[in-house]
């Protein structure tokens, strides 16, 4: 594996995650399925830049230069930026924000200092403050089982505005990257079906071919780069 990542968990409700990477040599890797939008910053041969990344609904083959290093702020469910709609982020259509100096970007016509791996939170709460990130408490309400929250079609409503994907569509890529965890801490095939609730070792299969862009052998035997990948379960 050509990609080593670091990662650590927030106290923000607007982040799941913080996460950040290098590339010890240049290759390819899967861009996996993901339900989340991520703010990331890139520095590669001296330039710096900062990056709005939508959900990704299907696996992409992607190239990696060699002596990156990314650092990125995975945001909650619920959580988006309203100028700037996932749906139109989505599958790899990423936005890149105008640099100024290396050190800071443009970001809806004011100039803002890159944030970094420790201040993650800091520049998030800048972003709440200025009304450029919100979050939907009805989504995190339905995700955790509320079913008096909103209705099914509200639920489906919320979950498109703010994820640019339907609630379906997230529980099957959340499944998949469960499965994709399961495999690579050595789970065998059968169990796998059994613990992240497939019908059986085709369906898995399909799933992951689609979602996760590799078999469930290759994937126990760690015979592909895949992108960033934290910890999960299937949602009840």
């Known amino acids: 594996m050509f990609l080593v990542f670091t990662e650590r968990v927030s106290d923000s409700p607007f982040v799941q995650r913080v996460w950040r990477c290098h590339s010890e040599r240049a290759g390819t890797f899967l861009s996996v399925a993901a339900r989340s939008f991520e703010i990331m910053v890139t520095r590669l041969r001296g330039r710096t830049m900062m990056t709005l990344r939508g959900p990704e609904t299907k696996v992409t083959e992607a190239h990696c230069p ?5 650092f990125a702020i995975r945001l909650s469910m619920g959580t988006f930026m309203p100028h700037h709609p996932a749906r139109m982020l989505m599958d790899r259509r990423d936005m890149d924000l105008p640099d100024i100096s290396g050190r800071s970007f443009w970001l809806h016509g004011s100039a803002w200092e890159y944030p970094n791996f420790e201040n993650a939170e800091d520049f998030v709460r800048r972003l709440v403050r200025a009304g450029l990130l919100v979050r939907d408490p009805a989504v995190a309400a339905a995700l ?20 640019g994907m339907t609630h379906a569509a997230y529980r099957q890529i959340e499944r998949a990257r469960y499965a994709t965890q399961l495999l690579a801490a050595g789970t065998p095939i059968s169990d796998t079906v059994h613990l992240a609730g497939y019908f059986d070792q085709a369906h898995l299969a399909r799933s992951l071919r689609r979602l996760i862009g590799s078999t469930p052998a290759k994937i ?13 379960a299937p949602e009840a």
């Open 66 to 70: 060699a002596e990156g290093e990314w």
């Open 144 to 163: 955790h089982g509320d079913t008096q929250a909103l209705s099914h079609r509200s639920v489906q409503r919320h979950f498109q505005l703010a994820t």
């Open 220 to 232: 126990k035997r760690r015979e592909t780069q895949l992108s960033f990948l934290y910890k999960t």
